[in-house]
């Protein structure tokens, strides 16, 4: 109904719904689940009302010290080496109309795709935008991968 945005926060790992009208208008909330496992970019709205979100790199173990403190992640992001953990993964996530997680499509040794930054659902399909070196778009036949809730 067009009377909000989601959007991600990519290095905060996190999605909010920005109020476009009504008594909320203005306003920036959580949406749902929120908090990501990594670290999201590309948002779209699916057609039984849900929402696709990319998320481009896993979030390294520590992150979670370093997305509380702005001026030292703003540094370590300038040298990946300071953050451990695998740095190409293939995640996107379903969410429902209200923000909860209710799929997920995983390639943790990127033998299909990894890095996604976008992702949008066609006719039981999903097109895949990606960064870093990778071909820029891949297609996915939904009903050909299993999902975890």
Not at 68 to 93: E, N, Q
Not at 106 to 133: A, M, N, R, Y
């Amino acid at each position: 109904d067009e009377s909000f945005l989601v959007v991600a926060e990519s290095y905060a790992s996190r999605v909010h719904r920005i109020w476009l009208s009504g008594p909320n208008a203005g306003m920036r909330e959580p949406f749902g689940t929120s908090l990501m496992p990594g670290f999201p970019d590309g948002i779209s709205r699916a057609p039984d009302g849900g929402f696709w979100v990319a998320i481009f790199m896993p979030q390294p173990v520590i992150w979670p010290i370093f997305a509380k403190l702005r001026k030292i992640r703003y540094h370590a992001l300038k040298i990946p080496t300071y953050l451990p953990g695998p740095d190409r993964y293939g995640l996107i996530i379903k969410l429902d109309a209200d923000g909860t997680a209710i799929r997920s499509l995983h390639d943790p040794h990127c033998e299909q795709t990894c890095l996604i930054s976008s992702v949008l659902e066609h006719e039981h399909k999903l097109f895949l935008g990606h960064v870093g070196g990778q071909d820029f778009l891949a297609v996915l036949q939904l009903a050909s991968y299993s999902s975890s809730p």
